[in-house]
């Protein structure tokens, strides 16, 4: 939970000093010819840094939600731990799971202070925003905005849809 206890800028921040190249990973990582900074793994790694905890605490919910009577009847049915988990555990938090899925989306596809800091190469969409904006003005950037949002917006879009198939069940008839 510290990324949401830490301004973006501070986590990017701690982000180079655990894994840049003068931590104790970031050394080893260079002893393999290895970089953890300004590569595609690190934007990634800054993302999930990012939006993992508004995944789990939204994931959190939905598993509490679940009936624990639910799970106990499972088990007295001879469901196993695991199989409650998959077979009943999972589904009934799927709403709540698609959701998560697209918080943590969203989340991550905005990031910029982190990315900005820790993984700057490759740009993300944010921080070229950000790039064009303070070299070419305001009217630079509406195309790239554009397609920030044609790539954000579809996932919780389907999040949103598959979550309301999976509470009110499927709209087709079926004969």
């Known amino acids: 939970m510290i990324p949401l206890l830490t301004p973006p800028l501070a986590m990017g921040i701690l982000l180079v000093s655990a894994y ?15 970089t953890l900074v300004n590569n595609p793994a690190a934007f990634i ?48 938090a799927a709403p709540g799971l698609a959701s998560a899925t697209a918080l943590a989306w969203v989340r991550a596809m905005g990031e910029f202070g982190i990315v900005m800091i ?5 740009q993300g969409m944010p921080v070229q925003l950000y790039n064009n904006l303070q070299n070419d003005g305001v009217d ?22 598959a979550s309301r198939r999976v509470r009110y069940g499927s709209s087709s008839v079926e004969s």
């Open 45 to 92: 790694l800054a993302q999930w840094y990012g939006a993992l905890p508004y995944f789990i605490t939204t994931a959190r919910s939905a598993f509490a939600g679940v009936p624990q009577d639910i799970l106990d009847a499972g088990r007295t049915l001879g469901a196993s731990p695991w199989q409650g988990f998959w077979r009943l555990s999972v589904p009934l």
């Open 118 to 122: 820790f993984a700057y190469f490759p």
């Open 140 to 161: 630079a950037v509406y195309v790239l905005l554009w397609l920030l949002l044609l790539f954000t917006l579809p996932v919780p879009l389907l999040c949103f849809v």
């Open 20 to 34: 840049g190249p003068y931590s104790v990973p970031g050394e080893l990582l260079g002893k393999f010819g290895w």
